[in-house]
Structure formats: structure tokens, C-alpha cells
């Protein structure tokens, strides 16, 4: 088991990201809303207006019938498009393009972000339940793109959310990778658990949302931290 390090952002230094074979890392896995900016960024709040709006034009409900399916759909299917998709028969690309469709300036240029990135070793993947559109845009907003090799997002896992398996396959086999030499970055610890159970090594962000961290303490979490660009500055390099 991969020693497991906590720590805050309460001014002081990191201690050492340790652990048995980091510095041999092959390829980093992200996921992107609420992991590669932080989650006080609330972009959140916008996508959460926009879908309850979406819902209730779409199905003809209040906005609080809207939002009270939203929610369960969400916990239900893993994302509340495809609660949409599997109950409703939603077309997709209509409801990815509203939801999205958001203000990116709460998220500030991370020149400390594009640093650590630059001396991490190995490739770079986004893998998200979001668009490769919308990660696009957020990269761009964080000035970290060039630093990426592709984005792995909802429409090339047709649609079915983490923490599914079997999408966890699709991305290593879409990108050749080595699972016992990735390591997988996520704020939500429930999708920590297939990547953990490929062999890869997992970092879960903490953030305030109490339902993000179900499942942490089950054994797949081998790090957490509330600072992913501080983690990254302490991760050994050859």
C-alpha cells in the first residue's frame, strides 16, 4: 500500500510525496472540474442552474421538480445526462452544449500550475465526465494546455460516466497505457476505485463537498491533498 499523505493548504510546506515507484511514473490522468482548478472556483454553481433550466423546458416541470431529478439522477446514473439519456431519451450534445456554455473567469491563470506540470515526467490526459470542448476552454483559461496530449471525455466513453469499469478500459486501451505506471487524479473518491483496481496509483483532491469524499477510507485513496499544485511540486523527478 502507497503511504497515504495529508496535509492543508495552511502556509507551510508539503512534506515529500513518497511512495513506491512515483518517480517512475509513465502518464498522469486528470479529471477536470474541481481537480485542475479548485473547487472554490464554483463553476459548479453555474452548470447546476443551467441543468435544472434544461430539465425543467425539457420535460415541462417547476424548476424545483427540475432540480429535485436532477440531483437523483445524478446519484442514480453517475451523471444526470445519462439519468436524461436512459430514462428520457435525451439527445446529448444539445443538453452538453447548455450546461457548459458558462463564464470562466472565477478561474484565475495558474502560472504555478503550468510549472509543476512542465517538470512532471510522463504524459498528460484529461479524463472527464465533462465535453472535450469545455475542457478545451478550461485549460486555455488555466494556461496549461500545451502541456496535455489528449482529452478523454463523455462522448469518447459513448456517454457513460465514471465510475463505470469499463470506460477505465476504454481510456487505457484508447491511449496505451501501463495502469501500474499511471497515476489517476480525481476530486470525487468513488472514481478512484476502478483506476485503483487497474493497478494504477491514486490521488483523490479534497474538496468541501461531503458526498466527493464517499469512499475514501475504502482503500483505493492512496494519496489525498487539498492542494493538487503543491502535490505535484513534491513529486520526485529522475
Known amino acids: 500500500m502507497h503511504k497515504v499523505t495529508k496535509w492543508h493548504m495552511n502556509g507551510t510546506p508539503p512534506p515529500a510525496v513518497t511512495g513506491p515507484g512515483l518517480h517512475q511514473i509513465e502518464a498522469w490522468v486528470f479529471d477536470l472540474d474541481n481537480t485542475l482548478y479548485p473547487a472554490s472556483c464554483n463553476l459548479f454553481d453555474q452548470i447546476d442552474v443551467k441543468m435544472g433550466a434544461f430539465i425543467a423546458d425539457f420535460l415541462g416541470l417547476d424548476l424545483d421538480s427540475a432540480r429535485s431529478l436532477q440531483k437523483r439522477y445524478f446519484l442514480d446514473y ?23 456554455n458558462i463564464d470562466l473567469s472565477p478561474i484565475p491563470p495558474s502560472p504555478a500550475l503550468d510549472a509543476a506540470l512542465a517538470n512532471l515526467p510522463g504524459r498528460k490526459l484529461i479524463f472527464t465526465n465533462g465535453t472535450a470542448r469545455h475542457a478545451e476552454r478550461v485549460m486555455g483559461r488555466l494556461g496549461v494546455r500545451h502541456h496535455f496530449d489528449g482529452v ?44 485503483a483496481d487497474l493497478g494504477m496509483t491514486t490521488v483523490w483532491v479534497r474538496t468541501d463537498s461531503p458526498w466527493a469524499g464517499e469512499e475514501a477510507e475504502c482503500g483505493h485513496v492512496h494519496y489525498q491533498t487539498d492542494d493538487l499544485t503543491g502535490w505535484l511540486e513534491a513529486v520526485p523527478t529522475p
Open 78 to 100: 453517475g451523471t444526470t445526462l445519462r439519468g436524461l439519456m436512459t430514462r428520457h431519451g435525451l439527445d446529448p450534445d444539445d443538453f452538453l452544449d447548455h450546461v457548459h
Open 152 to 195: 478523454f471525455d463523455i462522448i469518447a466513453s459513448e456517454y457513460v460516466p465514471k465510475p463505470e469499469p469499463r470506460v477505465y478500459g476504454a481510456l487505457v486501451d484508447l491511449h496505451g497505457l501501463n495502469p501500474e505506471a499511471t497515476v489517476m487524479i480525481e476530486d470525487i473518491a468513488r472514481n478512484l476505485k476502478p483506476a
